[in-house]
């Protein structure tokens, strides 16, 4: 029996030594595998987190800037310049003479009208669009100069100072923002 006995165990050593061997290379690559991922920070899930909410705090926060600016109105149009920042000035002439007669008088006054901002292509394309609410609101000052005005030496000074605050008012009722920077004439004529 004794021979027996050791024929069996010398068959349970290999079976044995192969269970051992599997085992211990699965251990392996589960302790691989297992630091491979600490070592990338695969289980630090807050800090994953962490950064999303910034990103998502920081995308909020530039939504907001943008609102905040487009309420505000449009952006200045830069001008490259080296020794101080200017802004580029963009001009548009109503398509449209204005024709008003002088308030108690017979005389007629005729101008076309410029305008001038340093304000992006929006303000232009407002005064384009609101043609006949600022053309009404024009004549309408351009109706109420007298004789005397017109002979004071700074009457077309005073006037586009008069028309560039009404045409703004227009605007800022139309579209919540004015942008024009001045006003001027580019005929004038009084009969």
């Known amino acids: 029996m004794s021979e027996e006995n050791l024929e069996e165990e010398k068959a349970k050593s290999p079976i044995l030594k192969i269970i051992l061997i599997v085992v211990g290379i699965l251990l392996l690559v589960a302790i691989t595998v297992g630091g491979t991922l600490f070592a ?19 995308e909020a926060e530039a939504a907001a800037q943008a609102e905040a600016a487009a309420a505000a109105g449009p952006d200045k149009v830069k001008q490259d310049s080296p020794e101080l920042t200017r802004f580029e000035p963009s001009y548009f002439v109503l398509p449209k003479v204005l024709v008003a007669n002088i308030s108690n008088s017979r005389k007629v006054m005729q101008a076309t ?11 232009i394309d407002n005064v384009d669009k609101h043609d006949f609410p ?9 109706r109420n100069i007298t004789e ?10 005073n006037l586009a100072a008069a028309l560039k605050t009404e045409m703004n008012a227009v605007l800022e009722g139309l579209e919540d923002f004015g942008g024009i ?3 001027y004439f580019t005929e004038f004529v009084v009969q």
Do not use: C, P, S
């Open 134 to 142: 600022l053309r009404f609101a024009m004549l309408k000052v351009m």
């Open 40 to 58: 990338t920070g695969f289980f630090d899930a807050n800090e994953g987190l962490a950064a999303e909410e910034a990103i998502a705090a920081l």
């Open 148 to 157: 005397a005005e017109v002979a004071d030496k700074d009457f077309q000074d």
């Open 113 to 123: 009208v410029a305008i001038m901002t340093h304000y992006d292509e929006r303000v």
């Open 181 to 183: 920077e001045a006003v």
